[in-house]
């Protein structure tokens, strides 16, 4: 619930030796949402934003334009959303620093966090490191990005209407992201590179039987074509059985490979699917809570089926409800 007049300002950060009552690990939509929430609690959270190569703010860091924000009818760029997540939780008190965990110990209260060497101890911690789109690791990929090649059908698909689309991937997900395009696309050609579906019968059905979706079987993209404004307008398909490669013009390329969870540094640690998230509880409480009391994780981090920036808020603002409650619940 909001509140009406100003803020007074935070108090001054904790000393380096203190226990803090919450230490955030990662940033994005989850992170900052967790710490404005624990902020504004005065919890005084210190956040752990992360660094090259794990960039502050997530993903959004490399999207061009948001469209499906609420609150921002005309559209925003990533970066500039995620600043305006960071100034907000920065203003009531959360301590950000633009550093990379390296270990953390909870096996002993309080917990630790190491980042660079040093040491800081807290009595809860929120896990959201997020996760991390798999790519093609072609050669000129990274030129490709954001300038015709998207990991994110939901997120950029309605800025490619009207063009003739290129999905790459075999499973559930390329599915899901070829079927969705068809809304916006004249036409979705799905590159596989083995020359049957590995995604589930239902999923196969109903992209075999529609009629805006073609599949280019036995091929594997081999680098991304250019215009002359240096966005993608084709690429090179590359027939895994004959060798033989050829051009394929296309206004947009989808990787559809799959996701990876920013989460080695927990291997051990916290329980996690065999896919590699987080394992939090279901329910309508503690919902984000791990098999550790007092360790949350929000976001992409423990969710592989929305991974939208309104779900990773949302969730970091569950975050830090449960590890509020918690702190209340064990006499802090």
Known sequence: ???????????????????????????????????????????QPLMFEGDVPNIPGGQLMITTEV???????????GPELMDQFKAQAARFGTEII??????????????????????????TVIVATGATAKWLDVPNEDQAKNRGASACATCDGALFRGKELVVVGGGDTAMEEAMFLTRFASKV?????????????????????NPKIAFRWNSKVEK?????????N?????????????????????VAIGHEPNTSLFKGVLDMHDSGYL??????????????PGVFACGDVQDSYYR?????????????????????????
Not at 67 to 77: A, D, L, R, V
Request: aromatic share 8%; glycine share 10%.
């Open 67 to 77: 469209e499906n924000y609420p609150g921002f009818p005309k559209g925003i760029t």
């Open 189 to 209: 050609t799905l590159v596989h590179r083995r020359d049957h579906l590995r995604a589930s019968k239902v999923m196969q059905d109903r992209a075999l039987k």
């Open 224 to 232: 991304y074509l250019f215009d002359d404004q240096k966005f993608v």
């Open 1 to 43: 619930m909001g509140q009406t007049g100003s803020s007074p300002p935070p108090a001054p950060f904790p000393p380096v030796d203190a226990v803090r009552n919450v230490i955030i690990i990662g940033s994005g939509p989850a992170g900052y949402t967790a710490a404005l929430y624990t902020s504004r609690a005065n919890l």
């Open 279 to 292: 394992r939090t509880k279901s329910g309508a409480t503690g919902a984000t809570s791990t098999n550790i």
């Open 234 to 254: 084709g690429v090179v398909l590359k027939d895994t059985v004959t060798g033989k490669t050829e051009d394929f013009a296309c206004g947009g390329v989808f």
């Open 98 to 123: 633009s550093k990379n965990v390296t270990r953390v110990d909870f096996s002993k209260r309080p917990f630790e966090v190491e980042a660079d060497g040093e040491i800081r101890r807290a009595k």
């Open 308 to 332: 939208q920036a309104i779900t990773a808020a949302g969730s970091g603002c569950q975050a830090a409800i449960d590890a509020e409650r918690w702190l209340e619940s064990e006499g802090h």
